[in-house]
């Protein structure tokens, strides 16, 4: 609900603090006297499009704020909001507002933080609700009508978004299998060449990195086998120094028993003698280790081309190839069993597309049923409005396949006959000025329980009535207040004398400069703002008296 709204330096309008209560709340003054100015402030506030000439002439920038009682805490605005990041405004009124500067730049705000207009707008969508005679969105927008009757008739649409998120998925899944099974078809020559070749060459995980340490050791070994054939013909053979060291040793040991320091020579040499075997046995073990087949190494480095070749073709790691391998041959298998796998995929989309189709008919029958229903709602409040030969119709109509969705298999679109035996036709295009007004405010109390917005502002939806017919909407604005806020503005004392609140707007002169000004009166201005209603520029006591009736008998 709309709690308070504050204007600054927009357009008539220097400064304004406008306090509102729950309840039917009129606003009222002379033509010309700015009350259009008002609502254009709102919806600025609202997020409609910032318009630079709004701006109080001379203001460097106007502001407009609108404070709202926080709504409940199942309402949708929130999700939003913390969506949007928006945090702090649940416990406290709801401020959203307007800066706009005379050069046309604005910003918004919501709960003191920076937002964008579209996300203004669709929070001040779901807080305000505004119709006027001209009005083409909401009620007279045939786009909305399909959620309004499924609010009215409380329609579950959940099954049919379910079943048609199935058969989507389901469709996508055959055009994805259709599309790889066309592309794997025109290239299973190639894919034929391929397995070949992998066939032939049969890499293995990690076997490029063993072929590639093996050529590099036996390429080590052509490399140390010359030294290896010095270093051998230095120590080994007949002549070889350890041949010699032996030979020395064993002279020795002859004399060892001639002197204690023979023997103590002896100990030592064959100590060393030792450490040559095991230096012996180490170049024995090293040279049978880098000794190589030539054959073989031609054997690896030819294999390690074609794996390198095979992997460079198929820009993949040399690792990578086993699972490449196995990518292909299950195209390959695919295409040779694709015929199978086409065929299931078309009977689960048969089935998907027959549960949408079965949840779609059951949306349908509740469609039609809460049609039927709100038909007769609005039928009821026809008469009382002056409307009798008037007849309203909620239509259903099927679309064709190609245009189903989430939302069902049909569009729905209010319509009115404004005459007995008239065909119908669009609200908008078949009622005239003053029936049009009549037909939203009849469709809106039968839809008085729908629409997360609490306020609801009827701009001049008396225009062109007078009398009963007038004293009826007015009926019906207070009874649709006891559901929602109400803000009307009106030139029909009839609905003004309905008001719990009612506001003035006039224009006066300041400082050399015309002002609008509201202004909450009090009974006694009341009764003789409703004197004028009903009189004109000279009020008269006759009006005066008529006004105290009025006011009387709500």
Not at 384 to 400: C, G, H, I, N, Y
Not at 462 to 491: F, K, M, N, P, W
């Amino acid at each position: 609900m709309l709690i308070a709204l504050s204007i600054r330096d927009i357009v008539l309008i220097d400064r304004l603090e406008l306090d509102l209560g729950s309840g039917l709340s009129v606003l009222t003054g002379e033509t010309g006297a700015g009350k259009s100015i008002l609502l254009d402030a709102l919806g600025l506030a609202l997020g409609a499009r910032a318009d630079s000439n709004l701006v109080r002439k001379g203001a460097e920038r106007g502001r407009v704020a609108a404070s709202f009682a926080p709504p409940p805490a199942g309402h949708a605005i929130w999700d939003m909001l913390e969506d949007a990041g928006i945090e702090g405004a649940r416990d406290e009124a709801l401020v959203i507002r307007r800066d706009l500067r005379a050069d046309g730049g604005s910003r918004a705000f919501i709960a003191d933080q920076p937002v964008s207009a579209a996300l203004l707008r669709d929070v001040g969508n779901m807080l305000v609700e505004i119709h006027g005679q001209h009005d083409e969105r909401g009620l007279l927008s045939a786009r909305g009508h399909r959620v309004l009757l499924d609010a009215f008739g409380h329609i579950d649409t959940a099954a049919v978004s379910r079943a048609w998120a199935a058969w989507q998925g389901a469709a996508a899944r055959l055009s994805e299998a259709q599309g790889r099974l066309a592309a794997d078809s025109d290239e299973s020559e190639w894919l034929d060449h391929a397995l070949a070749e992998f066939a032939a060459i049969a890499p293995q995980a990690g076997e490029e990195a063993e072929l590639a340490a093996s050529r590099a050791t036996m390429q080590r070994g052509e490399r140390l086998a010359e030294d290896m054939v010095t270093i051998l013909a230095q120590l080994m053979g007949s002549e070889g120094a350890l041949a010699q060291l032996r030979g020395a040793t064993r002279r020795l040991d002859r004399l060892a028993s001639e002197h204690a320091l023979f023997a103590e020579a002896l100990s030592a040499f064959d100590r060393a003698l030792a450490e040559c075997d095991e230096g012996e046995g180490a170049l024995a073990r090293a040279a049978d280790a880098l000794r190589h087949d030539p054959a073989e190494l031609d054997r690896i480095e030819t294999r390690l081309f074609d794996i390198r070749a095979l992997s460079r073709k198929h820009r993949v790691e040399a690792d990578a190839l086993g699972a490449l391998h196995a990518e292909l041959e299950q195209r390959r298998a695919a295409i040779d069993a694709g015929t199978n796998s086409l065929s299931a995929l078309e009977d689960a989309l048969t089935r998907a597309r027959d549960v949408y189709c079965l949840a779609a008919a059951n949306l349908t029958n509740a469609r039609h049923a809460g049609a039927q229903a709100l038909d007769a709602a609005v039928a009821d409040e026809l008469p009382p409005l002056k409307l009798d030969t008037a007849r309203f119709q909620t239509m259903v109509e099927s679309l064709a396949e190609a245009d189903w969705g989430p939302m069902g298999t049909e569009r729905v679109e209010f319509r009115v006959a404004t005459n007995q035996g008239g065909d119908f036709g669009p609200l908008i295009k078949i009622a005239s000025g003053g029936e049009l007004s009549r037909f939203l405010l009849a469709l809106k109390v039968a839809l008085a329980g729908v629409g997360d917005a609490q306020t609801i502002i009827f701009d001049e939806i008396d225009r062109g009535v007078g009398g009963a017919v007038a004293s009826a909407i007015g009926e019906r604005l207070a009874l649709l207040a006891r559901e929602r806020q109400i803000l009307v503005v009106t030139h029909s004392p009839q609905v003004a004398a309905r008001g719990g609140q009612h506001f003035l707007i006039r224009k006066m002169a300041m400082d050399g400069e015309t002002r609008t000004a509201v202004t909450l009166l009090d009974a006694p201005a009341r009764q003789e703002e409703i004197a004028r209603m009903l009189s004109g520029a000279a009020i008269t006591d006759e009006a005066r008296a008529a006004a105290a009736r009025l006011l009387e008998h709500v």
